[in-house]
């Protein structure tokens, strides 16, 4: 996790997380075990998961349908935590690289649809 305090540690895991399995499905719960421990391990995803935590507590009890104002907030925490990251010097600089990269594809695939978007709009008329 990015923060010195998780965001979620208080949120307790699923009453299925905590038994052991018992039936002939032992592999395929093992094996998504497997790959819940390799997405915990990626920073990428720590990242992802730490900014849709935010944007979800940004608006928690708010009834929101507009997924351009969701998109919106999500690109603005992301930005936020890149920019407070970057300029972290106990960070290595590939990571930094890495995190630039991937902001700069969330950028571009936001343009793109808003793009689409546009020329749908303009076909339809």
């Not at 052991?20 to 592999?27: G, L, R």
């Not at 928690?60 to 992301?78: A, H, P, R, S």
């Not at 890149?82 to 594809?105: Q, V």
Request: proline share 5%; with cysteine.
């Amino acid at each position: 996790m990015f923060f010195k305090r998780s965001v979620l540690q208080h949120v307790l895991p699923p009453i299925e997380a905590q038994k052991e399995p018992k039936s002939a499905t032992t592999v395929t719960k093992k094996s998504a075990r497997q790959v819940d421990n390799i997405l915990l391990q990626s920073p990428l995803y720590q990242f992802k998961r730490d900014v849709l935590s935010l944007v979800a507590k940004m608006n928690q009890g708010v009834v929101n349908t507009d997924c351009e104002m969701l998109k919106k907030q999500t690109m603005f925490v992301q930005s936020q935590l890149l920019h407070a990251l970057t300029h972290d010097p106990s960070m290595p600089g590939s990571f930094k690289i890495l995190l630039m990269e991937y902001h700069a594809k969330s950028v571009r695939a936001t343009l793109t649809d808003r793009r689409g978007e546009h020329s749908r709009d303009e076909h339809d008329k």
